[in-house]
């Protein structure tokens, strides 16, 4: 443990009662005009002979903020000196949020017309082409093979074979944080949706399934009036658009309108009022039947 203890540092009295001296740094030298400068909220000490004094700022863009303007002096001289001013934030200061790389900004979507994404050349979503077979074991897919080599090598699906020119693939962590994303997506079981559908993707006409790794778990709607239609969705999922969905229930049948036949209304018609109008009523006598 160091014997070597630091004393506290104490504002020089010169330095600190050079009040004055420092506002019309502020107004001289840093152009602050006197309206944007408050109050004197005290003094710091920096080293020896070496005091910084802080002033509020009075600008309504800058609440909290502060001016300081450090002043020194040299040894066994009266003289005060500025060195420095600047505008620093206070306890109560207004500061924007902390800087955040792009790459940690970026968000699904975020990426527009005309915009480029480069994948890092260390991103470890992606491998070379060359360590596609199995995890990390290495198979040059541009070279072909000899009759000595076993047919079986390579990947599982022969859809996963990198097209020429293409000289990167998802990595296994790449494979596993996609189908993590996507199951836990909108488009995977856990869903409102998939609860209330009558059947699972995997059993539905419309669904396509995808090649490679993937395809065991993941396939593309194809059904034009599916919510999910040309989206990546989990063989769990589902949907009421299933190919195999049957309606269940008697069937409705549009009722039919009654029409009343035997009333009526009377109306007015030009030159007759049926206020005016007498009316006889109907009996056999006025209307014997016909024998």
């Known amino acids: ?60 863009a800058y609440a909290g903020w502060r001016w300081a303007v450090t002043v020194t002096r040299a040894p066994r001289s009266k003289l005060v000196t500025v060195d420095e001013s600047v505008l620093l934030p206070g306890p109560d200061a ?13 968000r699904p979507g975020d990426v527009g017309i005309g915009d480029l994404l480069p994948a890092s050349l260390d991103d470890e979503r992606l491998v070379p082409f060359a360590v596609l077979d ?26 996963e074979l990198p097209a020429p020119g293409r000289s990167r693939v998802l990595s296994s962590f790449g494979r596993d944080d996609t189908a993590e994303r996507w199951y836990e997506s909108d488009h995977g079981p856990r869903t409102p949706l998939s609860h209330a559908a009558p059947a699972n993707c995997v059993t539905c006409g419309f669904f396509v399934p995808l090649s490679g790794g993937l395809g065991r778990v993941f396939g593309a709607c194809g059904n034009a009036f599916a919510p999910d239609d ?32 035997f009333g009526y209304d009377l109306v007015d018609l030009p030159g007759v009022s049926v206020e005016e109008t007498v009316f006889e009523p109907l009996s056999r006598d006025s209307y014997p039947e016909e024998s």
């Open 94 to 106: 207004l500061l924007a949020p902390a800087w955040v790389p792009w790459h940690d900004r970026l």
């Open 1 to 60: 443990m160091s014997t070597i203890r630091n004393r506290a540092k104490e504002a020089d009295q010169v330095c600190a009662d050079a009040v004055d001296v420092a506002r019309k740094a502020l107004i001289d030298d840093a152009g602050v005009t006197s309206d944007a400068i408050g109050e004197h909220l005290g003094v710091e000490p920096v080293a020896d002979r070496v005091v910084m004094h802080l002033f509020g700022c009075a600008d309504r």
């Open 134 to 159: 199995g995890d990390d074991a290495v198979t040059d897919w541009f070279l072909p093979w000899t009759d000595t080599e076993n047919e079986q090598a390579g990947p599982a699906e022969p859809s």
């Open 230 to 261: 040309g989206r990546v969705v989990s063989a769990d999922h589902g949907c009421g658009a299933h190919s195999e969905a049957v309606l269940t229930g008697a069937a409705v049948h549009a009722a039919v309108p009654v029409i009343d036949e």
